[in-house]
């Protein structure tokens, strides 16, 4: 089965601080993205990697980085917290193609306080 | 990303009933998603559509790719508590780096609430 694992299921956070989600995958999966759920708004693309190194800005990437140093590990980056990136983030990979099921974390609950 | 519509937007039935919800978008997909996220976890893949007119089963959930490619929807027969749960139907929407395939663009979800 593939497994998509991120690093904390809840954080809680001060307003700007540096805040760093990590996700690993063991599946080597070529893709791997962060999406933020909101209630009412449902999944929002914020970043998304095709490769080591590489990355595409998604939806909503304002306020997030992201690196990607191995294949399988995807961190999101939050450069100064505020109090509007409370929300609950999702990690996922996929395979690279037109194919594109997406498997996903168990998602990290952030609360910044 | 391209906008998908997903309705409806909530459902409360009785053990037993059996669910229908639905996903449209103004854009054609070639892949309808549908995804299942229990409370406080990541969602989980239901059902993959890959064919236009396709309808596929798993278990009781059936799924249809629309013959427009425009389309999808999902019906859970003879519902239980378990099916409890926010259910989103997604399809790709092409990146930049053509090579690197797609990111999943999600509708808002229909929450599902099933009474004993």
């Known amino acids: 089965d593939v497994k998509v694992t991120q690093s904390s299921r809840y954080l809680v956070k001060r307003t700007g601080e540096k805040v760093f989600l990590e996700c690993v995958q063991d599946?080597?999966?070529?893709?791997m993205f962060w999406y933020r759920q909101d209630p009412g708004l449902g999944l929002r693309l914020i970043y998304f990697?095709?490769?080591?190194?590489?990355?595409e800005k998604g939806d909503i990437p304002e306020g997030y980085s992201v690196s990607r140093e191995k294949k399988e590990r995807f961190s999101l980056i939050l450069e100064s917290a505020s109090t509007n990136q409370t929300s609950m983030y999702l990690c996922?990979?996929?395979?690279?193609?037109?194919?594109?099921?997406?498997?996903f974390g168990q998602g990290t609950r952030l609360t910044v306080v | 990303g391209q906008q998908l519509n997903q309705s409806p937007q909530s459902m409360f039935i009785q053990e037993g009933e059996d669910v229908s919800m639905n996903c449209t978008s103004s854009?054609?997909?070639?892949?309808w998603l549908w995804y299942k996220q229990d409370p406080g976890e990541g969602p989980v893949l239901l059902i993959a559509?890959?064919?236009?007119?396709e309808l596929t089963s798993n278990g009781r959930l059936t799924a249809q790719f629309g013959i427009t490619r425009k389309d999808s929807f999902l019906n859970i027969s003879a519902s239980i508590p378990s099916d409890v749960g926010i259910y989103f139907c997604?399809?790709?929407?092409?990146?930049?780096?053509?090579?690197?395939?797609?990111?999943?663009?999600f509708g808002k979800g229909t929450s599902l609430l099933v009474t004993p």
């Open positions: 854009s054609i997909f070639n892949t």
């Open positions: 997604a399809g790709p929407q092409p990146t930049l780096n053509s090579n690197s395939g797609y990111a999943l663009n």
């Open positions: 559509l890959y064919k236009a007119g």
């Open positions: 990697s095709y490769d080591v190194k590489m990355k």
């Open positions: 996922a990979s996929s395979t690279s193609g037109w194919n594109t099921e997406a498997f």
């Open positions: 599946m080597d999966h070529e893709n």
